[in-house]
């Protein structure tokens, strides 16, 4: 048996509409049709991206930021346009805008801490 790469990505999020929210609303994603309860799946190609409410046994408040240690990149079209509209929002920015091989990334913190890279090479 081998494993073939990602199919799926979730993060666990302490209010999940406040999260979900904050994906549409800013980076513009939009709900799956389908999604399963405790969750909010978008839809997002190639791999479907979601928040959740976390799994038991799971304490957000007690970890500092989560997902250290965890790499979330997402593509965009125009990632300095993003990079932009999120500043002007308050958006915490961690790594400002720059030039690499996967084109212009940065990162930034979501509600809950997380920190997601954008890139825009297609």
Same mark, same amino acid.
């Given at each position: 048996?081998?494993?073939?790469?990602?199919?799926?990505?979730?993060?666990?999020?302490?209010?999940?509409?406040?999260?979900?929210?904050?994906?549409?609303? /800013?980076?513009?994603?939009?709900?799956?049709?389908?999604?399963?309860?405790?969750?909010?799946?978008?839809?997002?190609?190639?791999?479907?991206?979601?928040?959740?409410?976390?799994?038991? $046994?799971?304490?957000?408040?007690?970890?500092? /930021?989560? $997902?250290?240690?965890?790499?979330?990149?997402?593509?965009?079209?125009?990632?300095?346009?993003?990079?932009?509209?999120?500043?002007?929002?308050?958006?915490?920015?961690?790594?400002?805008?720059?030039?690499?091989?996967?084109?212009?990334?940065?990162?930034?913190?979501?509600?809950?801490?997380?920190?997601?890279?954008?890139?825009?090479?297609?």
């Amino acid at each position: 048996m081998t494993i073939t790469g990602p199919d799926f990505i979730a993060l666990q999020v302490s209010d999940i509409e406040r999260s979900a929210a904050f994906y549409e609303d /800013r980076l513009g994603l939009r709900r799956a049709p389908v999604s399963q309860p405790g969750a909010v799946v978008f839809d997002t190609t190639p791999i479907p991206f979601a928040v959740r409410t976390p799994l038991p $046994g799971t304490d957000l408040d007690g970890v500092g /930021r989560p $997902g250290t240690g965890v790499s979330l990149w997402l593509h965009c079209a125009d990632a300095q346009a993003l990079h932009d509209a999120l500043s002007e929002f308050g958006v915490p920015i961690l790594r400002p805008p720059e030039k690499g091989p996967f084109g212009v990334f940065f990162t930034f913190a979501d509600p809950d801490g997380y920190a997601v890279t954008v890139h825009d090479r297609a």
